[in-house]
């Protein structure tokens, strides 16, 4: 699967490979698609694809970085049910786009005007789509989002700026997440986990499936 969100972030454009037999000519081409947009970019594929593909990432310039470990919860009767004191969860209106996207790129360290392009009333108006924003003591703290889809919920954007990381709200975001998906009707949770965010899926029973290898595009 070829995809472009036009957001200058590599791991927002690219490539994702979950056939252990694909075709290289067939990545190749898609890879020559997203690259002609001249956006940053990258190559995913699951481990044990065909050297081959690592090769043709060689080949481009591009530079294989920390694998992204696939998690995944089947179980959500061990998540606790205690917020931090003091942190209020509310679920956003799509007209508050602008909320999640401001603390997300605050949480993500990116800049603002990427999640104000990436994350729109539009995309939290779509079917499946909710959103999250914790405060403490009136201060935005904590976000994130989920889209159910099927049976399957996944889980994006959990972001907690750095000056209140350390106190749970993360954690927090993510459960309320998981509660509210699983209420609906999804029997299973995912999520792609940066290295900062995978020790605390791990404490809310997330196991990880497998980790991707990660090739963005460099000089783009």
Not at 20 to 29: I, N
Not at 102 to 110: C, D, F, K, V
Request: some cysteine; aromatic content about 8%; charged content about 20%.
């Amino acid at each position: 699967m070829a995809a472009v969100t036009t957001v200058p972030l590599p791991t927002l454009n690219g490539v994702w490979v979950d056939e252990l037999g694909a075709d290289r000519e067939s990545v190749a081409a898609l890879l020559d698609r997203v690259a002609a947009t001249g956006l940053p970019h990258c190559l995913q594929m699951r481990p044990g694809c065909e050297e081959s593909l690592s090769d043709l990432a060689a080949r481009r310039g591009m530079t294989r970085t920390n694998d992204v470990p696939l998690m995944v919860l089947e179980d959500a009767s061990g998540l606790g049910d205690a917020d931090p004191d003091g942190l209020k969860i509310e679920r956003l209106a799509p007209e508050d786009a602008d909320r999640h996207a401001r603390l997300a790129a605050a949480g993500l360290e990116a800049p603002d005007e990427y999640f104000q392009q990436l994350m729109t009333t539009g995309v939290l108006r779509a079917v499946g789509v909710s959103c999250y924003l914790g405060e403490f003591d009136g201060e935005p703290v904590t976000t994130g989002f989920g889209v159910t889809i099927g049976d399957s919920l996944g889980i994006f954007n959990i972001a907690t700026p750095p000056a209140h990381r350390g106190r749970g709200y993360g954690s927090a975001i993510t459960v309320r997440t998981i509660r509210d998906g699983f209420n609906s009707r999804a029997r299973w949770a995912w999520l792609q986990a940066s290295p900062a965010g995978f020790p605390v899926y791990q404490r809310l029973g997330f196991r990880t499936v497998e980790a991707w290898h990660c090739w963005p595009a460099t000089g783009v």
